[in-house]
């Protein structure tokens, strides 16, 4: 066991933190005040670095390395930005990957080549209005007519809705119920008979676009069909990489609010003397510590033992479900020991609480994967339904 980076790893750390602390901060407070995802020209830029597709095979035009090397890439942008981020989440960890192990290499060649040049975003449509948690009581419905996919429904709270390229849809592709009828379909964004609803507001996620997906007769060509109706158990396999992605983005939070507030604490003066001297911000410190530790390595050891595949449930949930619940912990400690300059819009500190609660919630709220935790502990799915 080796809890050490490798020499690569450590320079592709190093490169993308130099990158992301030189490069983002004004593209991530433009993002925030006008609530505006980054610009084509950064995304453009993202794809240069080879930020877009680190764990993607180079046959699609990635740079063919692992999960890990993608996380650690994500977790250093996003420290500074999650919005600014979310290109390199979504290509990385996102619906691409899904498209990258299940489609057709003709919606592979169409899709991943223009991800990884920055040409194209690619989103992810589970959720309905009546379908969160309980995912498999979606009910948009695709139905074969020739060599077309008609798609019928609204979908609900999809990041990127609107502004993304191409959506993975998750719908119903045959009548048998519950799961097994669940499949998913690409749908490009200038479908005919695909609409958007009003952008959302949210508390935070500032600079993600977020909007309801509708679908009316919206028609797609077969071999846009990602994974076929029986397919729900393959998503939710990749989707264990998605949730990696999410807990990391919850640890960025965390540990760029850390890095922060350590630089904070030793030049902010009270009582006469650096506030750091006081023992009870050292153990406020000490706590954040362990706290974004522990996350990272629960991440890593996810992400490391999948490298032949996708993570497994168990340790893709822990590690999402300790992330998210640390995140909001500690970038709430930072927000506290800034004082009224964490509390201020001026700072970027209350924005990580915000961005921070929201990815305990999105890719499946906390108590989700705590149930999913158990159940893979004692080795059996409790019917959240009996
Ligand atoms: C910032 C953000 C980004 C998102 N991005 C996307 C996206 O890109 N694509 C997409 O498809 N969706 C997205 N979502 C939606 C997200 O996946 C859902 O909000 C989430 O799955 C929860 O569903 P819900 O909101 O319907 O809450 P509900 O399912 O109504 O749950 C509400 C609460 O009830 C409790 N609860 C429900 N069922 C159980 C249970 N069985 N056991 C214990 N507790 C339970 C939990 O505490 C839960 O938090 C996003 C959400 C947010 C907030």
């Known amino acids: 066991m080796n809890f050490s980076l490798t020499e690569d790893q450590l320079a592709l750390q190093e490169t993308a933190r130099k990158y992301a602390r030189e490069r983002l901060p004004s593209f991530a407070s433009h993002c925030e005040i006008h609530d505006e995802a980054p610009p084509a020209e950064l995304v453009r830029e993202f794809a240069e670095m080879g930020f877009l597709g680190i764990n993607v095979s180079s046959n699609y035009g990635g740079l063919g390395l692992g999960n890990v090397e993608a996380l650690i890439v994500i977790e250093e942008l996003a420290k500074v930005s999650g919005a600014v981020a979310f290109p390199v989440f ?9 498209i990258e192990h299940f489609a057709s290499e003709t919606l592979r060649q169409h899709v991943i080549p223009a991800v990884c040049r920055g040409e194209k975003m690619v989103a992810v449509s589970m959720s309905e209005p009546n379908a969160g948690s309980a995912l498999t009581d979606l009910t ?3 139905v074969r007519q020739g060599d077309r996919i008609v798609l019928n429904g609204t979908k609900r709270w999809c990041s990127g809705g609107g502004h993304a390229d191409g959506y993975v849809v998750y719908c119903r592709l045959s009548d048998d119920p519950g799961p097994k009828g ?5 749908v490009e964004k200038a479908t005919p008979g695909l609409s958007f609803g009003a952008r ?5 996620f500032r600079g993600v676009p977020s909007s309801d997906l509708i679908f009316e007769d919206c028609a797609v060509p077969l071999d846009h069909v990602v994974v076929p109706a029986g ?3 393959q998503l939710m396999e990749a989707f264990d990489l998605e949730r990696c992605g999410n807990a990391t983005m919850a640890l960025a939070q965390a540990s760029g609010a ?8 030793k030049e902010r003066k009270q009582f006469g003397k650096p506030i750091v001297e006081f023992q009870a911000v050292q153990l406020r410190l000490a706590e954040m510590a362990m706290r974004v530790d522990a996350a990272r390595l629960l991440i890593w050891r996810a992400a490391a033992n999948a490298e032949k595949g996708l993570p497994s449930i168990l340790e893709s949930s822990m590690a999402k479900c300790f992330a998210n619940e640390i995140a909001r912990e500690v970038c709430g400690h930072a927000v506290q020991l800034m004082g009224g300059y964490g509390y201020s819009r001026e700072y970027p500190m209350e924005r990580r609480l915000r961005d921070a609660w929201g990815w305990g919630i999105a890719g499946g709220a906390v108590d989700i994967q705590k149930v999913n935790i158990a159940a893979a502990m004692v080795g059996r799915r409790f019917d959240q339904r009996r």
């Open 90 to 98: 979504e290509s990385c960890v996102g619906p691409v990957r899904a």
């Open 231 to 233: 397919g729900f158990k």
């Open 182 to 186: 669940i499949g998913a379909v690409y």
């Open 258 to 265: 850390l890095e922060d507030v350590i630089a904070y604490v």
């Open 140 to 142: 948009t419905k695709g």
């Open 200 to 204: 959302e507001h949210l508390m935070g």
